[in-house]
């Protein structure tokens, strides 16, 4: 009698293990994972997709769990005190010379207090640290079991459920899957977690982050500025436009009208091409013509690259505070804040970031203050996006090469001007840079 009990205890412990296991390995477990499995025809896998993917279906399944982690707790506690108490309760009277009341009240609160023990390490803690190691595994083992119990609770299910929902209803409470939402600041701890651990690559740890901060930068900050813009006017004659295609060295030019202010257009070079080659000439690229969109320079960048994906255009035109065109986006240049440098024909011929022999560090004057922390030790802090608008800065006039200015205790030298604007300059550094953290 005595080993069916233990037997019936061992049981509903195992019972609790499972349903504990089953809810952890549900609410953690990755859908690509499962999705992965079931593409491979694993059978299991093509039955939890579906409760993965419906939320509705998940909050069942979860409270399927919780319905039989309570009912076997209860069942646990009840069937344990009706079958061992009363064997207990002679022992206690003898050892302690207790009444039989007492005696069979101190039995009562041991075998509790013993099952609570027992059931938090071997039904709680060890079924939900498996199920958080192994979620996948877990959640196609367990999806039988809960599967059936889920049939069998319907009725309570959905009373339960609807109870909780109008419970939270009259709270003021939005009710929602049990499926978390990390935001952008919680999953740039899970990457510096991860990578810690040695899972991500320095690199590709350091893309992740600069893709999760993408809504740090403006657009004025990542785009190519007027004067490095080539345009052409619409209404130039043809020649001229075909001579300026031949030219140039990008395959995109923006177009104005009237003014050049009015940047509003995009010629793509290779229709020029293409037209010449197939008609022999072109009489009006009017409809090689495609629209440029405006956007302010205040935009940030995940919403400019969201922008663009919706208009399916790669290039926007910038505009200030004064509807002034002051420069050009492209999806390179964002790109470039999460890959790094990327080749973007309207920046190509700047300068490179490089460590000089005598230990000072070259800089393009167009590099952003950010940008330049890594090859200097320091982060110089301005108003202005450039280095170049820095050292304008400091030096309080126009610059000329040679000119030297102290920014934040780091002597800057001009070392080449071109149209008034700081081409490249030269830093000595805080610490010894080397090439290898190019």
């Not at 939320?55 to 009840?78: E, F, K, N, P, W």
């Not at 075909?242 to 202010?261: C, I, Q």
Request: charged share 20%; aromatic share 6%; glycine share 6%.
């Amino acid at each position: 009698m005595l080993l069916f009990v233990f037997a019936v205890i061992v049981l509903l412990i195992a019972l609790n293990a499972l349903y504990v296991g089953a809810e952890f390995a549900a609410v953690s477990v990755r859908k690509s994972a499962v999705k992965q499995m079931a593409g491979e025809g694993n059978v299991f896998a093509k039955r939890v997709l579906p409760i993965l993917e419906d939320g509705v279906r998940l909050d069942r399944y979860v409270a399927t769990c919780q319905i039989g982690i309570t009912l076997s707790s209860l069942i646990l506690g009840a069937f344990a005190e009706y079958t061992l108490a009363f064997r207990l309760s002679p022992v206690f009277e003898g050892l302690f010379h207790l009444r039989h009341e007492t005696a069979t009240s101190a039995a009562v609160i041991v075998i509790l207090v013993v099952l609570a023990i027992v059931q938090m390490v071997l039904a709680e803690l060890v079924p939900k640290t498996l199920a958080l190691l192994y979620p996948t595994r877990t959640v196609l083992v367990t999806y039988l079991p809960i599967a059936w119990s889920t049939f069998i609770f319907k009725g309570p299910i959905v009373l339960f459920n609807g109870c909780a929902t109008l419970i939270l209803k009259i709270f003021g409470f939005q009710t929602s899957t049990h499926r978390h939402i990390h935001t952008s600041d919680e999953l740039a701890i899970l990457l510096e977690q991860v990578h810690e651990d040695g899972v991500l690559e320095p690199d590709e740890h350091a893309r992740l982050q600069r893709a999760l901060s993408l809504d740090a930068w403006s657009a004025a900050e990542l785009m190519v500025p007027r004067r490095s813009v080539e345009t052409i006017d619409r209404h130039a004659p043809i020649d001229e436009i075909v001579a300026a295609v031949a030219r140039s060295h990008y395959t995109r030019l923006p177009v104005y009208e009237g003014s050049s202010d009015n940047v509003i257009m995009v010629l793509h070079t290779k229709d020029v091409v293409a037209a010449i080659a197939s008609q022999g000439t072109i009489e009006s690229i009017e409809p090689m013509l495609r629209q440029l969109h405006a956007v302010p320079e205040v935009m940030k960048a995940d919403k400019l690259l969201n922008l663009m994906r919706r208009r399916r255009t790669q290039m926007m035109s910038i505009i200030d505070e004064y509807g002034t065109f002051v420069g050009i986006v492209t999806v390179e240049d964002i790109l470039s804040e999460v890959f790094g440098a990327i080749g973007d024909e309207f920046k190509a011929g700047q300068p490179l970031p490089e460590v000089l022999a005598d230990g000072r560090v070259r800089l393009p004057g167009m590099m952003r203050p950010d940008e330049a922390q890594r090859w200097i030790g320091l982060l110089w802090k301005g108003e202005s996006n450039t280095i170049a608008g820095l050292v304008t800065e400091a030096l309080k006039m126009l610059p000329s090469p040679g000119d030297r200015v102290e920014i934040q205790g780091l002597e800057v030298e001009v070392e080449d001007v071109e149209e008034r604007v700081v081409r490249s300059v030269l830093v000595k550094p805080t610490q010894k840079i080397s090439e290898a953290q190019s």
